[in-house]
């Protein structure tokens, strides 16, 4: 739908691809070609029968809504450390603030305008693989909730093959070998969210007062997100900043989002594309109130140190901007002048 700001606005709708020909091997070029066409147009992409039964997501956010269930006391007992670099544990609503960096701007600009923002109305719970330095898991007692610890490490590792997968298809789209990506992401950093945004007035969502998650990027190759039936999801319109069209949940799909390595490691031609989480249209109840939504996303990065680290992302498209970014300039506010633009960095802030 056009509108007049922006005459060539699109309805932004995210292509639906349909994973099975690639996983099976009839359709491998095909469905790598929609896929990265969905990539190159919205950054977006829903894939169908990807390789996770419905009754393994369902089961995920099964456990999610009985962690989140819990006495608030009772999830302190996994708290997310002050550290905003050890992305592990529980953050009770308010205390993330998910802050895009504008161009030109620097950490403590940015910190300080970030403190100024609403505070995500969320809260978040977030694990990764166990044994990663620096990195350590955050679990409840396990007898608080036996068997959440292991269904998380269980569908983290589900995601991880996945992923892998993804990435293949993503390679043989750009006429890479198959296993182009997969030295760089068999390493830990990686994470599940568990997100749990509480009911709250479509009043105060819409006044600003609330947000849910504000637009933002993601700082990572891409995401495997799962979304309940509430909605909310808004990407932003490749054709006209600032217009936000809807990315609907489409049943049995994952939503798969490319992050800004990705964007960077093919020379912007990817878009890492600026979304956000709002009132899901018409869904206030008679009281006035949203209901709930849960989410779950899979962030995929790249490992920081050793061999295949983050160092060693340069353009892999053939362009007059290719360049190599020295490892001291990998995960800079903005890059050098010359970088391309996929290095925004979105902020998420522990306030304490
Ligand atoms: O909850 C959602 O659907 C969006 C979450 C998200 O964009 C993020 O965690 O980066
Ligand atoms: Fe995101």
């Known amino acids: ?157 589900r995601c991880h093959q996945i992923q892998l997968t993804i990435l293949r298809a993503l390679a043989t789209g750009l006429g890479l070998t198959e296993d182009y990506f997969t030295p760089y992401h068999l390493g830990p950093d990686n994470q599940l969210r568990l997100l749990h945004y509480p009911s709250v007035s479509a009043k105060s969502l819409h006044s600003g007062e609330a947000t849910r998650i504000s637009a933002h990027t993601d700082f990572c190759t891409m995401t495997l997100l799962f979304q309940d039936s509430v909605g909310g999801l808004e990407v932003e319109d490749p054709t006209c900043p600032g217009k936000f069209n809807p990315a609907p949940p489409v049943p049995g799909a994952v939503v798969v989002n490319a992050g800004d390595f990705l964007m960077r490691w093919s020379n912007d031609t990817i878009r890492s594309t600026v979304h956000r989480v709002r009132a899901p249209p018409s869904a206030a109840g008679s009281d006035g109130m949203i209901p709930p939504r849960y989410s779950i996303p899979y962030v995929r990065g790249l490992p920081l140190h050793g061999s295949t680290s983050g160092a060693d992302i340069s353009c892999i498209l053939s362009s007059a901007r290719q360049i190599s970014i020295p490892s001291s300039n990998v995960f800079p506010a903005h890059g050098p002048k010359d970088v391309p633009s996929a290095m925004n960095l979105s902020l998420r802030v522990n306030m304490l």
């Open 1 to 157: 739908m056009a509108n007049e700001d922006c005459p060539s606005a699109t309805d932004g709708a995210i292509a639906i691809v349909d994973f099975a020909g690639f996983i099976d091997g009839s359709q491998r070029k095909a469905v790598a070609d929609g896929m990265l066409a969905s990539f190159k147009n919205t950054g977006f992409v829903y894939l169908l029968n990807y390789g996770l039964s419905q009754a393994e997501v369902d089961n995920m956010f099964d456990w999610s809504k009985k962690f989140f269930g819990l006495p608030e006391e009772a999830k302190q007992l996994a708290p997310h450390p002050p550290s905003g670099t050890h992305h592990r544990g529980y953050s009770a609503p308010g205390r993330e603030k998910v802050y895009q960096l504008k161009d030109g701007e620097d950490e403590v600009g940015a910190l300080q305008a970030a403190h100024r923002f609403t505070s995500d109305f969320k809260e978040s719970f977030e694990s990764g693989r166990e044994g990663m330095p620096g990195m350590e898991n955050i679990w409840l007692p396990e007898s608080m909730l036996p068997g959440f610890r292991e269904a998380c490490l269980n569908f983290f590792s």
